[in-house]
């Protein structure tokens, strides 16, 4: 249950950071920020993976809050590019 209520926490400032960052007035909403921050952190997973590889073992990159937020900012660009938020 703690993870879950981290995940969220997390997923909902690293989400809050990149729409900021962002600008243009993205009405995202509790929901649509955690989610963005969730994805985001995934997505900045993926990119730091491309320049060093997990731990043994481990699945996913553990991104930190900064490769978070700029796989948030990705994935906000990306959702604007297909006209999808």
Same mark, same amino acid.
Not at 30 to 54: D, H, Q, R, Y
């Given at each position: @249950? /703690?993870?879950?209520?981290?995940?969220? !926490?997390?997923? *909902?400032?690293?989400? /809050?950071? %990149?729409a &900021?960052?962002?600008? /243009? /007035?993205?009405?995202?909403? &509790?929901?649509?920020? $955690?989610? $963005?921050? $969730?994805?985001?952190?995934?997505?900045?997973? #993926? !990119? %730091?993976?491309?320049?060093?590889? =997990?731990?043994?073992g481990?699945?996913?990159? =553990?991104?930190?809050? *900064? @490769?978070? !937020? *700029?796989? #948030?900012?990705?994935? !906000?660009?990306?959702?604007?590019?297909?006209?999808?938020?």
């Open positions: @249950m /703690g993870l879950v209520i981290r995940t969220v !926490i997390v997923g *909902l400032v690293v989400g /809050g950071v %990149a &900021w960052l962002y600008g /243009g /007035g993205l009405r995202l909403g &509790w929901v649509g920020t $955690i989610a $963005i921050g $969730i994805g985001g952190s995934f997505v900045g997973g #993926a !990119i %730091a993976s491309l320049f060093s590889k =997990p731990r043994d481990e699945v996913v990159h =553990p991104a930190g809050c *900064l @490769m978070s !937020i *700029l796989g #948030a900012l990705v994935l !906000i660009f990306a959702l604007r590019l297909f006209h999808l938020l």
